[in-house]
């Protein structure tokens, strides 16, 4: 165990703000969570009851007849306003006192540096180049995580949960975004600070970072494991194996979708329907490829002249 | 008075006597200066205590109220009105649901994100006093900053870790927003104009990031632009992209960077992005943000729980029920 290795990653100032942002995650998680429960028991109260509905304040929050339904913005939000912003500001600058910002020696194209390391922010697309061509990783895929973002009110047609905190009643879509927020794009930009080491390879925390270590990993293509060695069958190789993942995938999607969320399927138009399914196998199709890389060393799928997947 | 002097004009005149008129002004000039002491004994010590009087309430002055246009006592109108009539606060309604105040429901992260866009405007703008986007310049600059500038340091700093606290605080209201279906019907469209924020805000910093112009920036943003190369279409590495004519001295990187490498005209055209082209697109859809909040009805919630009964079902998919 190199203690002074993980040391230095850890306090390395630019790591710092990835050190911070794991337990925000999860205070905020827990925060959310916690009041989601709330508001579920609730909602099931609530169902088991509808009498009570009429009349109940449907909040988990405490009210008493002869409250305030409505407060004044002043003072009760601009106090609660100007508190954030001190303490932010005390935070920020304790933070600048203690930690300098890193300055290294001048720009120098011919030093390279290894590794190399996007800010942390970007580093889940850098991860990304392991397993998928640059232009897949650094411009398809920020793009599809872009407009896939943009999609997300007008393929969610599940009216409830709109203002407040709920699992019940939104298990598909949290379960969804939980799983490309914090499982992809945190993880792999946890995998690309802490993990990542010279020539990108992969240093468990703690593991010396050996600036000479090389790994002869023979990657195959998926079209050399079936023999297929002619360029024309390549192409139609992969075409039908990628084909083949979204219709099938799409077919699975389908049969669970319907059974499992048959209130969202039915008010689902076509249109809705399909570009969900393309952005979640699209999704999926992530760490899929990831897990045939590692596991099997492949490193395409579908190989054609002019680009490879 | 004025009737006197007249009266000791025509005697004087009579008489002829010069030096009895003399005397007789001299009198009279005494005594208005006796009686001007007399009043200024009296006035002043008056108007003083007016004077101080007024000082004791402010708000009563003309100063005041020009400034501030209604009074301050403690009723709801006034309140109301301090947020109506300012034009930093009217941003605000005058009241909101009482919930909506608790903090474990918004986390307060869009208010978080939008002060520390404000401090890094403001400690950018003083960050830019002392840089030159130039290179050899530019990292002398930094050097400058952070060891002769009274409080260089601390500033650089402070505008360094505000931009990364500023990333975590927009994937946090992001995560939010999502988490209590504030996307719904009818937010969608401020949600995409938040998803250009995120953008924004990610280009912000990685933009800022080559501007010391030392090997952390130099490399991140060469590796970061390199992946430029790759564009389907529009760049020379990528698919079709050769195929549409593209070298390195055509294709988007090099509208990016302004060369073939990563070098003066990238420092220069990332510092225009960085401190002009990026805020000001930010600024405006910031302000489109926060008026949307306003006109979808403000805050989402806390809102009351809705059930699943309650559902109201389109009227197309009724009649396919009814069908
Ligand atoms: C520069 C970045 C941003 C700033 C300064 C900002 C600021 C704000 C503020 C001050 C609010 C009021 C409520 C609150 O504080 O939570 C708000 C609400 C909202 N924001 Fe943002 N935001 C930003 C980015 C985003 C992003 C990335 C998204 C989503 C992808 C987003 C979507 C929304 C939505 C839908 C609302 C309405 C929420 C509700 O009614 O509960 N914003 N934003």
Redesign the pocket.
């Known amino acids: 165990m190199d203690w002074h290795q993980l040391w230095e990653i850890v306090s390395a100032p630019d790591n710092v703000p990835i050190v911070a942002l794991v337990p925000l995650l999860i205070f905020y998680t827990a925060l959310a969570v916690k009041q989601a429960r709330a508001n579920d028991r609730l909602i099931a109260e609530l169902e088991a009851n509808p009498q009570e509905a009429k009349t109940r304040y449907r909040k988990a929050w405490p009210f008493k007849p002869g409250w305030q339904k409505e407060v004044h913005v002043w003072p009760f939000l601009l106090r609660v306003e100007f508190l954030a912003a001190i303490i932010v500001t005390a935070i920020l600058m304790v933070w600048s006192i203690s930690l300098n910002a890193p300055l290294e020696e001048p720009s120098n194209p011919n030093v390279t540096m290894n590794p190399a390391k996007a800010p942390w922010y970007f580093l889940g697309l850098q991860e990304m180049l392991v397993y998928f061509d640059p232009w897949i990783a650094g411009v398809v895929m920020p793009t599809l995580i872009i407009v896939g973002?943009m999609v997300v009110p007008y393929i969610d047609t599940n009216p409830l949960g709109n203002?407040y905190y709920t699992l019940r009643q939104r298990r598909f879509s949290i379960g969804t975004f939980a799983f490309g927020f914090l499982f992809l794009w945190v993880t792999m930009i946890l995998i690309g600070t802490f993990i990542r080491g010279p020539g990108w390879q992969w240093f468990w925390p703690g593991q010396t970072w050996d600036h000479s270590r090389l790994i002869y990993e023979v990657n195959r293509d998926l079209p050399d494991l079936f023999g297929i060695t002619s360029n024309m069958g390549k192409v139609v190789f992969g075409a039908v194996v990628v084909g083949g993942y979204y219709l099938l995938g799409g077919f699975i999607v389908f049969a669970l979708f319907r059974r499992h969320q048959p209130k969202d399927y039915r008010r689902m138009s076509l249109l809705q329907y399909s570009i969900m399914v393309f952005f979640l196998l699209t999704m999926v199709g992530l760490p899929i490829k990831m897990g045939l890389r590692l596991a099997m060393h492949i490193k395409y799928v579908w190989i054609t002249p002019y680009f490879n997947i | 008075m004025a009737e006197d002097n007249n009266q000791n004009g025509q005697n004087g005149n009579g008489n002829g006597g010069g030096v009895k008129l003399l005397s007789k002004m001299r009198t009279k000039v005494l005594a208005g200066v006796k009686e001007d002491v007399q009043m200024l004994k009296v006035d002043l010590p008056a108007k003083a205590k007016e004077q101080v009087e007024l000082v004791k309430d402010p708000t009563k002055t003309q100063v005041y109220t020009s400034i501030f246009r209604h009074k301050h006592d403690d009723t709801p109108r006034n309140r109301a009105l301090g947020v109506l009539s300012n034009v930093f606060l009217h941003l605000h309604p005058a009241k909101i649901n009482r919930d909506s105040v608790r903090y474990s429901y918004?986390?307060?992260?869009?208010?978080i994100?939008?002060y520390l866009?404000i401090v890094l405007t403001f400690t950018g703008v003083l960050l830019m006093f002392y840089y030159h986007p130039e290179k050899v310049q530019a990292f002398r600059d930094v050097l400058y900053l952070e060891h002769d500038v009274p409080f260089g340091k601390l500033l650089r700093n402070m505008h360094r870790w505000a931009a990364h606290l500023m990333v975590i605080a927009?994937w946090l209201?992001?995560y939010?927003?999502f988490l209590?279906g504030?996307?719904k019907k009818p937010?969608e469209f401020?949600?995409n104009?938040?998803?250009i924020?995120?953008v924004?805000?990610l280009l912000l910093s990685f933009t800022g990031y080559l501007l010391p112009d030392d090997q952390l920036g130099f490399w991140a943003v060469t590796v970061g632009t390199n992946m430029a190369r790759a564009t389907p279409l529009l760049g020379h590495e990528g698919p079709f992209g050769h195929q549409l004519g593209m070298t390195p001295y055509n294709d988007i990187r090099f509208g990016l960077l302004g060369g073939s490498i990563v070098d003066a005209n990238a420092l220069l055209r990332s510092y225009i992005w960085h401190c002009i082209g990026i805020p000001i697109v930010?600024s405006l859809f910031?302000i489109v943000?926060?008026w949307r909040?306003r006109k979808?009805g403000?805050?989402?919630?806390p809102a009351p729980v809705m059930l699943e009964a309650e559902v109201k079902e389109p009227r197309g998919a009724k009649a396919a029920a009814h069908a």
């Open positions: 973002l203002g | 918004t986390w307060g992260m869009g208010g994100t939008f866009f927009v209201h992001m939010r927003v209590t504030s996307y937010r401020n949600w104009v938040g998803v924020l995120l924004l805000t930010a910031m943000h926060f909040v979808d403000g805050i989402s919630g």
